[in-house]
């Protein structure tokens, strides 16, 4: 079946670095969205990717969907404490999650 | 804005019990889900509903049920709770097939004595 496969799993910065998190589909998929989660929270929906090469913007998030579309990426620019928590990227359908990325900062 | 309320954020419950979870969105989705929530797993799709007294297994089905008798609310239910049943477990709606976005209710702690 579909599998969504995220890394990293962890990932630990110094605020104000740079952080990107990398999301691979088995199968073409017709559109990516990706969700975060913050420490004691839910799922909260960020952004959908449709068209093949897609790259939307976000202040400092950076979304991008592949040409083949099977693979997507979230970048952060200079990271901050509030960046802090699970990022989820799901593929099209019911809907696949990947297994999330923790993203921890340091002040 | 959309709101997913799920009955309860913490429940403790004893091997073997029935237990219900229970989930109401008021914004007249028409599609429904079950996810549980672990550690290192992510989020697994238990059970999905597209329409009123339609449902659907998910990855992991096993050892649970679910109930839509009304297109608002979506009933999780573990006939015998077991203590790997032990999880969160998330709710979220959307509002139709070619409109997938998820909204998620706060999720509800199970654990499984």
């Known amino acids: 079946g579909q599998q969504v496969m995220q890394i990293p799993q962890y990932q630990h910065v110094q605020e104000g670095e740079d952080f990107t998190t990398y999301c691979n589909s088995s199968?073409?998929?017709?559109?990516i969205q990706w969700y975060k989660q913050r420490p004691g929270g839910h799922p909260v929906f960020l952004i959908q990717l449709v068209k093949s090469g897609e790259v939307k913007k976000q202040k400092r998030l950076t979304f991008q969907f592949g040409e083949a579309k099977k693979n997507s990426s979230l970048h952060i620019t200079a990271t901050q404490t509030t960046d802090v928590g699970t990022y989820f990227c799901?593929?099209?359908?019911?809907?696949?999650f990947g297994q999330g990325t923790e993203l921890s900062v340091k002040p | 804005d959309v709101k997913v309320t799920q009955s309860s954020r913490y429940l403790v419950k004893r091997t073997g019990e029935k237990v219900f979870l229970e989930c109401v969105q008021d914004?007249?989705?028409?599609?429904m889900f079950w996810y549980r929530q672990d550690p290192g797993l992510g989020l697994r799709l238990i059970y999905f509903s597209y329409d009123v007294k339609m449902k659907e297994k998910g990855d992991i089905p096993e050892g649970y049920s679910v109930s839509r008798e009304k297109k608002e609310r979506f009933s999780l239910i573990l006939e015998s709770a077991s203590t790997n049943q032990t999880s969160m477990y998330l709710c979220a709606s959307s509002l139709g097939r070619a409109k997938n976005i998820q909204y998620f209710g706060a999720g509800t702690r199970l654990s499984v004595l």
């Open positions: 799901a593929g099209r359908g019911k809907l696949i």
């Open positions: 914004m007249d989705h028409e599609n």
């Open positions: 199968t073409t998929l017709s559109n």
